[in-house]
Structure formats: structure tokens, C-alpha cells
């Protein structure tokens, strides 16, 4: 992190800085009042400061000396503090202030940026640390296509609240917990009586293991009553049974963790049993406050305008889903101290999470105001679709498995390298270094462009296109920049340091002003859970870059220094755009 003087946060926060001087000037009673600041229409200018209406409604009548909206508009337009970012302004409409910045502040701010690092051009948010739940498979269950966009979505929001200074604790809430788990352990027992342990290789493929002990669970009514009775003795930690449940935990993780690994996806356990524990003791203190009730035999959290109530006990007396995800979120404020606690899972789980974070709210954990902290969100999500328009699945109708499609985009984008010719220019490894880059960055960004809430079709032809908004364009684009730059022969890093952007043509100013929104879009990205956000930032950046290089010579032109320079802080915000979305960038193509 650059040091705090060079920190200049986004574009939107240093204008808001300048409209709120002039509003405790102009309204200097009107403490309360923040500025609200949007982009406008370019026709009138870059920004514009939207305060002047709904003060109006606050102050009139109240003897002040205004005597409408537009009159207040100037007023604050003409008390704004001199400041070089703004070149002029003017009045619109019925009190609108438009701004139109400064180019030559937009060029010294890009150039800063490329001295200093963009890191300088971070949001700041005001939550300090975060937990992210995101990914979070069944122990034993193959991790699928629908693991896929929490793993992905998660990972990606917490790259972005990392890049804007809150610290993320980044958990896998796997599901090791269940009733499940007394059907494994006593169909490995059957299967292996002579072994405590065993090894991965004995057991095989995990998910054909856990089908087939669902299959004698389902058909023998002797094995199932076995199967309830091994919960028990797991439950109560009789030590070989423990250990069975440990040995099934360990194949399962290592299976996560070969997908994570070639996706880039940093993450730490902590599964349903890590809060079992804490569970009787959160309950009885939902207890004291009154929140439970017992309803046919279970014990229950009734929420206002839900139908059915919360279970927290089932009528066996076990514990749940529900309440292993209270202990979680009580452990989370109170032991973890996060602010902002981000559930990422399908839409389908969408009821479960509203009702807990109800109970919470009944309960004060959580402050029962909207924008108010500590704060809890679920991030939901659609289905991935096939061609077909229904679930993603093979033709066997089986669920497609992670690594599968991970190893197909890879070879997909292999096959096209090679095709055009690259097996000759390349060693192997940079081959496949490359063909990774592009095949699991596409995959990634096919899910992440859309809004998250709509479900998306599967289509390796479409996200794998060179054309279009693809990763695979946006990534040849940046290696495009490079290889301008590489071939100007001039060095950098030299021009950093001795060279002045200009931008004189109204293209390199566009571009300009789009790179210096970066920030902001961030931090809308950030406040609002959007990825796609950031996605369409990103495409419109190329396109910006596109348009301005078509009608601006760079290399061998008069201008070339600054030109060149411009390229370089487009592909820096380019690449800091694919770290965020998770995408490994590529520097020649
Ligand atoms: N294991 C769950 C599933 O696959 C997701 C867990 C999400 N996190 C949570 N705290 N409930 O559906």
C-alpha cells in the first residue's frame, strides 16, 4: 500500500470532497446534508451535483434566503473551493451543478497513478473486516458446475474488498456436518472391516461412494438404522468413528483443493462442525431473549410474515442447517469481530438466509436499520443453463464435474493456440501457462458478466469467441497494448519518469476520463455485490482504448511519449481489472 498522502481514492470521493466545502458554505445550518454526486450527460459535462432540489424542499418556507432550487444551485456552484480538477461549470435545469473536469488534472492524476501505483487508486470503505462464505461444498459430493459461481462470485468480491482496504476473512462453510455422514461411515466400515483407516485409493471415487451407500441406506432398513446409530456415536466422539470421519473429510478437501488450486481460489475451512460446539449455548441465549418456541415437537424461531418458522431443534432433538448458521454468525461478530458478514449461494437458499438474518436482528446481534453496521448480505445467484435451456448437465444426465470443464476450456484453448502456430514460437509450458490463463479466465468471466440473480448458459464456443466480450478479446486486447509498447523500443519506465500525457484529442481524453473512474466503479462494485459491474467497466475500457487508437497514431507520432504512456496505464488498470476478476493476464498473444 502506497503511503496515505498519495492515496487519493476515487474521482467521485474527490469531488464529493469539494461539493461538500461548498455546502457547509452555502447551507451552513444543514449539517447533515451529504453531496450527491453522479455522472452526467456528456452533452453538459463529466459530473454533476444533484443537491439542490431536495434542499430546497428542506428549507423552504423556513425564512431563508433562497427563493428556489436554481438560485441554491448557483450558490453552490459559485462557492465551490478553486480547485484544478474542475475546468468549468454551469447551471442546468432547476439546480443541477455540471462539472466538466480538468484535462490536464485527468492527465497529471493518470500520470501519478503510474509513478505511484494503483493501489493510490483504491476506494476506501468504512468496514474494517469481512468474512466472505463462499464456495462451501458437501463433504463427499462432488463439487459441480453450481459450486462453480460461489466459488468464483466469492472470490472475486473478495479480491475487491481486499483491493479497498478491508480485510477479508475468506471462509469454506463446507457441509461436513449432516446425518450424511452416518451412512459413510458405516458403508466404510462394511466395505473395509478390517481397516480403520483407509486410503484414498481404496475408496475410490467419493461420489460414487457416497451413491452407493445412499442406495443401501434407501433399500435396508437394517443398514439405516446402523447408519443412525453411527450419527450418534460421531456425534458423542467415540474415537473410530472420529477418525472414519476425518479419513472421508481428508479425501473430499484434497479433492477441493486440486480446484482451487488451478483456479487461483485462496479460501480457509472452517465446516459446519467447527460451530457445533457453540451451538447449545447460542441457543440458550435466543432463549433467554424469548425468540424460540416449541412447535410439533421441534424448537423454533418464528419470523413475522413467514409462513413456516425457523427449526433450530428438529423433533430428534438434533441440531440443523439453521442452527449451525446462527453459531456461525454469532461466532463471526463476536469472536471474529466482522462487520460485514457476505453469504454467497444460489437464489434457492435465498428464504433460509432472510429468515436467520431476521432472528438475528430480533435477537440485537444486528442492527435492525438498513445501512447500518455490522451488516449481513446474501449474495444469491441463477442457475447455469445448457444448451438445452434446463440445468447444466452431460448427455449421461449426470452433473458436470469442475474438473471436467476446467480441462476442456484448457485444451479447447490449446488446440487454438497451437492451430495458429504457436507451438513453434513457444516452449511447452509457456503453451500451457497461457492456454490456462485464457480457458479458466473465460470461464470465469462468462459467469461473472451477467448479473449474478440471472441464470446463464453454458457455451464453450461463445466464451472461448476472440470477438465480442469475452475474456479471450479483452485478454488479446491487453496483450495487444503490450506488444504496442514493446515494439515502440522505448522504455517505460524511463517515459514515467520524463514524459507528459496530453490529451489533446477528444479520444484521449475519453479514455483519459474512463480510467480514472476505475475507482469508483470499484467501489460501486464493492457496496452493491456486482462483479458484472466491474466486467462491464472492463469491456467498455477496451472499447475506449479501441476507439482511441484507431484515430491516434501512437508509435512515430508527434505525441508518441504521451500516447505511450496512455497505453501503459490502460493495460495497468486492465490487468488490476483481471486480478480482481480472477483472471491471470497474458502479455503476448
Ligand atoms: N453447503 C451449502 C450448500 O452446498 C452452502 C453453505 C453456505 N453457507 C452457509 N453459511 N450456509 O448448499
Known amino acids: 500500500m502506497a503511503a496515505n498522502e498519495e492515496h487519493v481514492g476515487s474521482l467521485k470521493q474527490q469531488l464529493a470532497k469539494l461539493f461538500e466545502a461548498s455546502l457547509r458554505t452555502t447551507v451552513p445550518d444543514e449539517l447533515d446534508v451529504e453531496p450527491l454526486i453522479a455522472a452526467c450527460n456528456p452533452r453538459f459535462g463529466d ?22 432550487p436554481q438560485p441554491i444551485g448557483k450558490a453552490i456552484m459559485n462557492n465551490l473551493p478553486h480547485s484544478e480538477m474542475v475546468d468549468k461549470c454551469s447551471i442546468a435545469g432547476p439546480g443541477f451543478v455540471n462539472v466538466v473536469l480538468s484535462k490536464d488534472w485527468i492527465a497529471k492524476s493518470i500520470q501519478k497513478m503510474l509513478i505511484n501505483g494503483i493501489e493510490t487508486w ?16 458437501n463433504i463427499a459430493k462432488e463439487m459441480h458446475v453450481g459450486h462453480l459461481r460461489s466459488t468464483i462470485i466469492g472470490d472475486t468480491l473478495a479480491r475487491m474488498l481486499e483491493f479497498s482496504n ?7 462453510h463446507v457441509g461436513d456436518w449432516g446425518t450424511q455422514f452416518g451412512m459413510l461411515i458405516e458403508f466404510l466400515f462394511e466395505k473395509f472391516p478390517n481397516v480403520e483407516v483407509v ?47 476425518a479419513q472421508i473429510c481428508e479425501i473430499s478437501r484434497r479433492g477441493y483443493q486440486r480446484v482451487y488450486q488451478r483456479l487461483g481460489i485462496k479460501i480457509e475451512e472452517k465446516g459446519e462442525s467447527f460451530y457445533n460446539p457453540y451451538i447449545p449455548r447460542v441457543l440458550e441465549e435466543l432463549d433467554k431473549k424469548g425468540l424460540i418456541e416449541e412447535s ?16 433450530v431443534v428438529k423433533k430428534d432433538g438434533g441440531f440443523n442447517y439453521a442452527s449451525t448458521d446462527l453459531a456461525a454468525l454469532w461466532y463471526r461478530l463476536n469472536e471474529e469481530k466482522a462487520e460485514w458478514i457476505i453469504y454467497v449461494t444460489d437464489v434457492g ?3 433460509h438466509f432472510e429468515m436467520f438474518f431476521t432472528a438475528a436482528k430480533r435477537a440485537g446481534w444486528l442492527p435492525a436499520g438498513e445501512n447500518m453496521y455490522p451488516k449481513t448480505n446474501h449474495v444469491g445467484f441463477g442457475l447455469v443453463l445448457g444448451e438445452d435451456g434446463k440445468r447444466f448437465r452431460t448427455r449421461s444426465t449426470e452433473v458436470v464435474r469442475l474438473v471436467d470443464l476446467l480441462d476442456e476450456a484448457k485444451s479447447r484453448c490449446k488446440a487454438v493456440l497451437v492451430e495458429r502456430g504457436k507451438a513453434d514460437e513457444w516452449t511447452e509450458e509457456e ?34 469467441n476472440d470477438k465480442g466480450n469475452t475474456a479471450v478479446y479483452l485478454l488479446y486486447a491487453h496483450a495487444r497494448i503490450c506488444s504496442i509498447i514493446r515494439k515502440s523500443g522505448k522504455n517505460i519506465e524511463e517515459l514515467k519518469k520524463t514524459g507528459t500525457i496530453v490529451l489533446a484529442h477528444p479520444d484521449e481524453r475519453a479514455l483519459g476520463l474512463h480510467l480514472l473512474q476505475f475507482a469508483e466503479i470499484v467501489e460501486e462494485a464493492c457496496t452493491n455485490l456486482l462483479p458484472n459491474v466491474l466486467c462491464e467497466y472492463l469491456y467498455n475500457l477496451s472499447e475506449f482504448f479501441t476507439r482511441f487508437y484507431s484515430n491516434c497514431q501512437v508509435v512515430g507520432s508527434a505525441e508518441e511519449t504521451s500516447r505511450l504512456l496512455l ?23
Open 431 to 464: 503453451l500451457d501457462q497461457t492456454a490456462e490463463a485464457v480457458g479458466y479466465g473465460a470461464v470465469k468471466y462468462a459467469d461473472l458478466k451477467n448479473n449474478r440473480l440471472t441464470n446463464y448458459t453454458f457455451n464453450f464456443d461463445q466464451m472461448l
Open 349 to 351: 437458499q435465498r428464504e
Open 296 to 311: 410439533e415437537g421441534a424448537r423454533v424461531i418464528f419470523i413475522e410474515g413467514k409462513n413456516i418458522p425457523l427449526i
Open 122 to 137: 483504491s476506494p476506501k470503505l468504512t468496514v474494517k473486516r469481512a468474512v466472505i462464505d463462499f464456495s462451501s461444498p
Open 199 to 245: 486410503n484414498d485409493q481404496a475408496i475410490g471415487d467419493l461420489e460414487a461412494f457416497y451413491k452407493a451407500s445412499k442406495q443401501r441406506f434407501d433399500s435396508d432398513p437394517g443398514f439405516k438404522e446402523r447408519a443412525q446409530q453411527a450419527v450418534v456415536s460421531l456425534q458423542g466422539g467415540e474415537e473410530k468413528y472420529r477418525k472414519a470421519w
Open 166 to 172: 478491508v480485510e477479508v476473512l475468506r471462509r469454506n
Open 47 to 68: 459530473y454533476q451535483c444533484n443537491n439542490a432540489m431536495s434542499l430546497w424542499t428542506k428549507i423552504k418556507g423556513k425564512g431563508s434566503e433562497f427563493t428556489g
Open 567 to 589: 497505453c501503459e496505464a490502460t493495460a495497468v488498470v486492465m490487468r488490476k481489472c483481471f486480478y480482481l476478476l480472477g483472471i491471470v493476464p497474458v502479455y503476448k498473444i
